[in-house]
């Protein structure tokens, strides 16, 4: 033993020193002797040892028991010797071990126990009780111990291995299994008898002197209690102990989740019911659960745990009982209706967890309530109280921090999903009752608007807007936009009446939570806006969008200030904003030209150029950039589906993006004039200036296109898109490359190849030509979606672009693909793929043709190799795919030679790449692939008949390597079972290609 290195112990460790002990450490372990030398130390010079020296020699017999000790059955008398004496010394020392040094014993002590007990130590646990006699110091180890053990063998979080729990479950069966001999002088039949014994010991005998004790006791109660038997605990000593302990402010917590586990115990229902009728009695006699508003919340919490276990046991009870109908439920339900006061006590307490404690057994209730055919009045009047209590825990409390949420703020906004959940529940429970509660607080709240706090406003929206989720209330929607006459309708006229109309609207003054919901419930119930009269209501609400979005009351245009709202709200917002007008812009013609006019321009352009300009600071974030979008996109759908002149809504359209195309310009003089330029910030300039282009071609569809929208007008909508792409394009021959503004062009052709139709074919060359500069695999991947796009579409029309670009992009792609890894590569690959297959699904083969013989050459082999090699099964699909679509083309009038390239490539292609071990026969995208290839197949012996067969039995299928792990040659008899099944039917063909596949890959 070397004590230089153990003296480094007991001093504060330097790195030098750390990498001794731990040398010294590794190398004790090692040792046959090593743990011998830890025990003795332990046991002998304890009292003279540092923690840090203890601590060092209980992890070396740690180790010892963890990796050597189960194979050592000479060592286990030697191991019970130390355990025991070192546990007789700590006793009795008057020294107080620490806290972690008692833990690592008893996690010791476990270890040992669960590979010595019950083969090598059966005694082990009557053994360990001999100790209590020590002291309380022995006692509180006893309790360490057993809850190592627990820790070790029961707790279910904790994975183990087969072994481990078969392990765990002989461990626990044999402290469970009753001796068959008699009891004599009072010996226990079994070790959970004893167990029991001792706990109940220890809490009566330490219950005035030590309650730390007690409480730790009743801890590993209630950790021991789900395994053991319920009959040692359900009984009169245990319950008077229970209940005493209650009254007990230091013992009452622990308490409560052991008499929990009593209830929670599975049993027949009856049995359930009886026990918790039984415990309820002797707690409410005892006056526990008179609740005191100013108690402590956590012992609250866990009363209020306590309870809702036994309601939803009851709950559980009464689903499980009886067989034969409701009537035989009835006996369960009275006891559960007899605690819904207290549980309502709890659930209206005014901390927000101990309310949550009992949220678990209300919704058991619902959902009881929602098996009766016919609800009573008892049942109504227990929803009645529930609704009333769930409103006013739903209300922010005065505290709450809507500038700085932190863990508070997020708790109760998590509660508060639970409580709209519980909401629903009742809502779907029954309709009219929280139909009508809900329109009392609407009427009464916003009646009273300019008396009423903002929580109760916030609250009425908050349940008005909850309503739409049960699927009977959004049929009451359809219904009531359709045809009229509902609670629910009459609850948003009350909303819209008495929040936006009348004067300067008083929603625009309210708390901005208010204000933001407020609109989530406008845009919930836009179609009840579709109709009369309440169409009237759309100017209204679009003033009071703009008004609240703008920062200012909208009668009141002199100073125009930021908007109230914090950002994530204004965000919100919105998007809101953008959602209604599309929902409504079919109604927009309501709206007068005047007011038209003046929304158009003072209200909506001015917020969208606002929005702007926030966005080209330094500091704008992506948030931001969504806020502008959904204003661009809201603008332009208000200009052209309202009331105005065609010309009118052009001069609009061009007012609205003016300033975007003047900053483009700007940038444009300043990339090339200036020597050296601010990229950077050019950049983000010139991509915002591109993408309110492709914000604003939101508003049109490829069912309302562009050049359809005004044809009496000369100027339609289209030419200032197209005007702008000309100089888009013009901008993007410059020699610097800029990748936000190339990615926002690529979304500007998206956009314009469903609203332009075949004008944007005359800009491809030049788009194509510039988007190639960048060679990344995601600009790359971008193009070819691009021309995927395209090629969809316009299919024909394309064409002559594609014989020309094609080429291009082939090699631009080649030469990309060996510089990249991982998904890089995959998602260029799949695009490319996707490409050739809309070639050949558009019928565009001529462009495949009318490529050089080498590029066409190396296009073909690049299907193959993708077929074969590729370990993507959704590309190797796309190749399967095309080849049998060549194979359909091509097969029987293609171009010379296909038909060679046919048998010596696309035939072993279909065979090579589902033999290969990456092709996971159990996965759904592999299937599909293989479906392709077998379709395949089954295309070339539709076309080329028996010349086919001959092929593949004369040529190819004998040497091919069947079971190739094997490198076996596929026997003669399988060959005909393939020639033979090839001939079957598409369907059946396919079935028996996977297992053909499954055999052949051994």
């Given at each position: 033993?070397?004590?230089?290195?153990?003296?480094?112990?007991e001093?504060?460790l330097?790195?030098?020193?750390l990498?001794?002990v731990?040398?010294?450490?590794e190398?004790i372990i090692?040792s046959?002797?090593?743990?011998?030398l830890a025990i003795t130390e332990?046991?002998?010079?304890?009292d003279n040892?540092?923690?840090?020296?203890?601590f060092?020699?209980?992890?070396?017999?740690?180790?010892?028991?963890?990796?050597?000790?189960?194979?050592?059955d000479?060592a286990s008398?030697l191991m019970?010797?130390f355990?025991?004496?070192w546990?007789h010394?700590m006793?009795?020392?008057?020294?107080?071990?620490s806290?972690?040094?008692?833990?690592k014993?008893a996690?010791?002590?476990s270890?040992v126990?669960?590979?010595?007990?019950?083969?090598r130590?059966?005694s082990f646990?009557f053994?360990?009780?001999?100790?209590?006699?020590?002291?309380p110091?022995a006692?509180?180890?006893?309790?360490?111990?057993?809850k190592?053990?627990d820790?070790?063998v029961?707790e279910?979080?904790i994975p183990?291995?087969n072994v481990e729990?078969?392990r765990n479950?002989l461990i626990k069966?044999?402290?469970?299994?009753t001796?068959?001999?008699?009891?004599?002088?009072?010996?226990p039949?079994?070790?959970?008898?004893?167990?029991?014994?001792?706990?109940y010991?220890i809490?009566?005998i330490y219950?005035?002197s030590d309650?730390?004790?007690?409480?730790e006791?009743?801890c590993?109660?209630?950790?021991y209690?789900?395994?053991?038997?319920?009959?040692?605990?359900?009984n009169?000593?245990?319950y008077?102990?229970?209940?005493?302990f209650m009254?007990?402010?230091?013992?009452?917590e622990?308490?409560?989740?052991c008499?929990?586990?009593?209830?929670?115990?599975?049993m027949?229902s009856s049995?359930?019911v009886?026990?918790?009728?039984?415990?309820?009695?002797l707690l409410?006699?005892?006056g526990?659960f008179?609740?005191d508003n100013?108690?402590d919340?956590?012992?609250?919490?866990?009363?209020?745990?306590l309870?809702?276990?036994?309601?939803v046991?009851?709950?559980?009870s009464w689903?499980r009982?009886?067989?034969?109908g409701?009537?035989?439920k009835?006996?369960i339900?009275?006891?559960?209706?007899?605690?819904?006061?207290?549980?309502?006590t709890?659930?209206g307490?005014?901390?927000?967890?101990?309310?949550?404690?009992?949220l678990?057994c209300i919704n058991?209730?619902?959902?009881?309530?929602?098996?009766k055919y016919?609800?009573?009045?008892?049942?109504?009047?227990?929803?009645?109280?529930?609704?009333?209590i769930?409103?006013e825990k739903?209300?922010?409390d005065?505290?709450?921090?809507?500038?700085?949420d932190?863990d508070e703020?997020a708790?109760?906004?998590?509660?508060?999903?639970?409580l709209?959940?519980?909401?629903?529940?009742?809502?779907s429970l029954?309709?009219?009752?929280?139909?009508?509660r809900?329109?009392q607080?609407?009427?009464s709240t916003?009646?009273?608007?300019?008396?009423?706090e903002f929580q109760?406003?916030?609250?009425?929206?908050?349940c008005?807007?909850e309503?739409?989720?049960?699927a009977?209330?959004?049929a009451?929607?359809?219904?009531?936009a359709?045809?009229?006459?509902s609670?629910l309708e009459?609850m948003?006229?009350t909303?819209v009446k008495?929040?936006?109309?009348?004067?300067?609207?008083p929603?625009?003054?309210m708390?901005h939570?208010?204000?933001l919901?407020?609109?989530?419930?406008v845009?919930?119930?836009?179609?009840?806006?579709?109709?009369?009269?309440?169409?009237?209501?759309i100017?209204?609400?679009?003033?009071?969008?703009?008004?609240?979005?703008n920062?200012?009351?909208y009668e009141d245009?002199?100073?125009?200030?930021?908007?109230?709202?914090?950002?994530?709200?204004?965000?919100r917002?919105?998007?809101?904003?953008?959602?209604?007008?599309?929902?409504?812009?079919?109604c927009?013609?309501?709206?007068?030209?005047?007011?038209y006019?003046?929304l158009?321009?003072?209200e909506?352009c001015f917020?969208?150029?606002k929005?702007?300009?926030?966005?080209?600071?330094i500091?704008s974030s992506l948030?931001?950039?969504?806020?502008v979008r959904?204003?661009?996109e809201?603008?332009?759908?208000f200009i052209?589906?309202?009331?105005?002149?065609?010309r009118?809504?052009?001069v609009?359209?061009?007012?609205?993006l003016?300033?975007?195309m003047?900053?483009?310009k700007t940038?444009?003089d300043?990339?090339?004039?200036?020597a050296e330029p601010?990229?950077?910030a050019?950049?983000?300039?010139?991509?915002?200036?591109?993408n309110a282009?492709?914000?604003?071609?939101?508003?049109?569809?490829?069912?309302l296109?562009?050049r359809?929208?005004?044809?009496?007008?000369?100027t339609?909508?289209s030419?200032l898109?197209?005007?702008?792409?000309?100089?888009?394009?013009k901008f993007?021959?410059i020699?610097?490359?800029?990748p936000?503004f190339?990615?926002?062009l690529?979304?500007?052709?998206?956009?314009l190849?469903f609203c332009?139709?075949?004008d944007?074919?005359?800009?491809?060359?030049?788009i194509?030509?510039?988007?190639?500069?960048?060679?990344?695999?995601?600009?790359?991947?971008?193009?070819?979606f691009?021309?995927n796009?395209?090629?969809?579409k316009?299919?024909e029309?394309?064409?002559?672009?594609?014989?020309?670009?094609?080429q291009?992009?082939i090699?631009?792609?080649v030469a990309?693909?060996?510089?990249l890894?991982?998904g890089?590569?995959?998602?260029l690959?799949?695009?490319?793929f996707s490409?050739?297959?809309?070639?050949c699904?558009?019928h565009?083969?001529?462009?495949?043709?009318s490529?050089?013989?080498n590029i066409?050459?190396q296009?073909l082999m690049?299907?193959i190799q993708?077929?074969t090699?590729?370990?993507?099964?959704m590309?190797?699909?796309d190749?399967?795919?095309i080849?049998?679509?060549?194979?359909?083309?091509?097969?029987?009038?293609?171009?010379?030679?296909?038909v060679?390239?046919?048998y010596?490539?696309?035939?072993?292609?279909?065979?090579?790449?589902?033999?290969r071990k990456?092709?996971?026969?159990?996965?759904a995208?592999?299937?599909?692939?293989?479906?392709?290839?077998?379709?395949c197949?089954?295309?070339i012996?539709d076309?080329?008949?028996?010349?086919?067969?001959?092929?593949?039995?004369?040529?190819?299928?004998p040497r091919?390597?069947?079971?190739?792990?094997?490198?076996?040659?596929?026997?003669?008899?399988?060959?005909l079972e393939?020639?033979?099944a090839?001939?079957m039917?598409?369907?059946?063909?396919?079935?028996?290609?996977?297992?053909?596949f499954l055999?052949?890959?051994?």
């Open positions: 033993m070397n004590r230089n290195i153990l003296n480094l112990l001093t504060p330097v790195q030098g020193n990498a001794q731990n040398f010294y450490f190398e090692g046959d002797t090593g743990w011998q332990l046991t002998r010079t304890a040892l540092s923690d840090h020296t203890k060092f020699w209980w992890q070396i017999v740690e180790n010892f028991v963890k990796t050597r000790y189960t194979q050592m000479s008398l019970r010797n355990l025991f004496q546990l010394n006793s009795i020392s008057a020294k107080e071990e806290s972690f040094l008692r833990n014993a996690q010791v002590f270890l126990f669960i590979v010595d007990f019950p083969r130590w059966p646990l053994d360990f009780l001999e100790t209590l006699k020590l002291g110091k006692v509180d180890f006893y309790l360490r111990v057993l190592a053990i820790s070790e029961v279910r979080e183990h291995s729990a078969n479950t069966d044999t402290i469970r299994e001796s068959k001999k008699p009891r004599l002088y009072g010996i039949h079994s070790h959970t008898e004893a167990l029991v014994n001792s706990w010991e809490c009566g219950e005035m309650s730390r004790l007690v409480s006791c009743l590993v109660i209630c950790a209690m789900s395994w053991i038997d319920i009959s040692l605990f359900a009169e000593h245990f008077t102990l229970f209940v005493r009254k007990d402010q230091h013992l009452r622990p308490d409560c989740d008499l929990c586990e009593v209830v929670a115990k599975g027949d049995a359930k009886k026990l918790i009728e039984s415990l309820y009695s409410h006699g005892a526990v008179v609740i100013e108690e919340s956590d012992y609250l919490c866990k009363l209020g745990k309870i809702n276990t036994m309601g046991q009851l709950a559980v689903t009982h009886g067989i034969y409701l009537e035989n009835l006996p339900m009275d006891p559960l209706e007899n605690k819904l006061p207290i549980i309502s709890f659930f307490n005014r901390d927000d967890n101990v309310s949550a404690s009992v678990e058991e209730y619902i959902i009881i309530l929602k098996q016919l609800l009573s009045s008892v049942d109504r009047q227990n929803l009645e109280s529930l609704i009333s769930n409103f739903m209300k922010y005065e505290s709450y921090n809507f500038d700085n932190g703020e708790q109760f906004l998590e509660f508060r999903i639970q709209k959940k519980l909401y629903v529940n009742i809502a029954d309709k009219n009752l929280i139909l009508s809900t329109q607080l609407v009427t916003w009646e009273n608007r300019q008396t009423c109760d406003a916030e609250l009425a929206l908050t008005l807007y309503l739409g989720e049960p009977e209330v959004r009451m929607v359809i219904i009531a359709t045809y009229g006459g609670a009459d948003v006229r909303m008495f929040g936006v109309t009348g004067g300067i609207s929603i625009l003054d708390h939570v208010v204000q919901q407020f609109f989530e419930v845009v919930r119930y836009d179609k009840l806006f579709l109709r009369e009269p309440y169409s009237n209501y100017p209204d609400l679009m003033l009071a969008f703009l008004g609240v979005l920062g200012s009351n245009k002199q100073e125009r200030t930021e908007s109230h709202l914090p950002r994530e709200a204004r965000s917002v919105c998007y809101l904003l953008s959602q209604f007008v599309r929902a409504v812009k079919a927009l013609s309501v709206i007068p030209s005047d007011l006019h003046e158009s321009l003072s909506f917020l969208a150029h929005l702007r300009e926030e966005f080209l600071d500091n948030r931001l950039s969504t806020d959904y204003i661009y809201a603008t332009t759908t052209i589906n309202g009331s105005l002149d065609h009118i809504q052009i609009m359209m061009d007012f609205l003016n300033h975007d003047d900053a483009f940038v444009l300043q990339v090339q004039r200036e601010d990229i950077v050019l950049d983000k300039v010139a991509a915002h200036s591109v282009f492709t914000w604003c071609s939101e508003a049109f569809s490829n069912r296109e562009m359809v929208v005004g044809p009496e007008c000369e339609p909508h030419a898109f197209v005007q702008a792409l000309e100089i888009f394009v993007a021959e020699p610097t490359v800029l936000e190339q990615r926002a690529r979304r500007y052709c998206h956009r190849a332009l139709d075949k944007i074919l005359q800009f491809m060359p030049a194509s030509k510039t988007l190639l500069r960048s060679r990344d695999a995601t600009s790359l991947s971008e193009n070819w691009l021309i796009q395209m090629t969809s316009f299919k029309d394309i064409i002559p672009f594609l014989k020309v670009e094609f291009p992009m090699r631009a792609t990309a693909l060996p510089n890894v991982g890089q590569e995959i998602q690959q799949r695009s490319y490409f050739i297959a809309a070639v699904g558009n565009l083969v001529e462009v495949l043709l490529q050089d013989p066409m050459q296009v690049s299907i993708g077929a090699e590729l370990n993507d099964p590309a190797q699909k190749c399967y795919s080849l049998k679509k060549l194979v359909e083309l091509w097969g029987n009038n293609g171009p010379p030679g296909f060679e390239f046919l010596k490539q696309i035939v072993p292609a279909c065979f090579l790449g589902p033999l990456t092709f996971d026969l159990s996965d995208q592999t299937l599909l692939a293989l479906n392709e290839a077998s379709a197949l089954k295309l012996y076309q080329k008949g028996e010349e086919a067969i001959e092929f593949l039995q004369s040529q190819y299928l091919l390597d069947f079971r190739s792990n094997y490198f076996r040659p596929m026997p003669a008899p399988k060959i393939f020639c033979q090839l001939r039917e598409a369907k059946l063909f396919k079935q028996f290609l996977k297992a053909f055999e052949g890959k051994g």
